[in-house]
């Protein structure tokens, strides 16, 4: 009997599907299971496939560092912009609610102060042997 052959041609959405997964740490054998994948296919598919190889390595460190800046301006306070929409109300007669409609749209700038347990965090793992809780 002749050995199965293993897809290993994917769509261009399943590729992304594969490397969000894989950079949230989800090894290859769940990733086949939870996209309902032949086993081994993705391990064949980047044997074939080098640019697909070195975006499963690479797609875990984005993450890292995305994480890693999102406590970096934690720890240090950042300036948001919102939108604040802000409404009239039409009244009809005849009816007790009011309609609302869409007077204007207000941009106003926030400060998000900066958050010391962030800091800590940032701070432990960055400067560990100056600032560990049980210092040597």
Known sequence: MAKKEIKTKFS??????????????????????ILHIEKGSIEQYAK??????????????KIDIEVETALFKRA?????????????PIFTEGIDEPELKLKEIRKVKKFVPAD?????????NRMGERWSKNPA
Do not use: C
């Not at 261009?12 to 299971?33: F, P, Q, R, T």
């Not at 240090?76 to 009239?88: C, K, N, P, R, V």
């Not at 347990?117 to 701070?123: E, N, Q, T």
């Open 12 to 33: 261009e959405d399943i590729i992304k599907k594969i490397i969000k997964l894989a950079a949230h740490g989800v090894n290859n054998e769940n990733i086949e299971n």
């Open 48 to 61: 074939k496939s080098s640019g697909f190889t070195r975006e499963m390595q690479i797609a875990p460190v």
């Open 76 to 88: 240090i306070g950042y300036e948001t912009t919102e939108d604040h929409w802000i409404y009239t």
């Open 116 to 124: 010391a347990s962030s800091a800590l965090i940032w701070l432990y």
